[in-house]
């Protein structure tokens, strides 16, 4: 029965998350970058509250991935850069070479823009 119960509440989690991302990026669709930082900043919370020990990798590494590109949309390059880093790091943790060579691109590309800005 514990162990019923326990899949019940992993499945509505995964439900919530998986809504909560949706809703991330139908925002971004539409270039709804501010709403759909948010949507990704209560993903991003949602999971540390449902797995504070971050064993699930791949949809922190996601959040923060979707955060930092909307940021970087909105001109938000130093909280954008923050969050790639993260990603960076998650993706090393997590030995996905695909996911630290998307972070890693996407941090570079922040970086050069950014000190293309900071020369204006």
Sequence with gaps: LLTAHMAQKKTSSNVSLISLMCKATEAEVIKDYMNAVSWYKAALAFLKASDPN?????????AHLGIGQNLRMLHRLDEAEKHFDVAVKLA???GDKKGLEEAAEKLGKTLIEHSEEMES
């Design 92 to 94: 090393k943790k997590a």
């Design 54 to 62: 971050e064993i699930e990798t791949a949809p922190i590494f996601r």
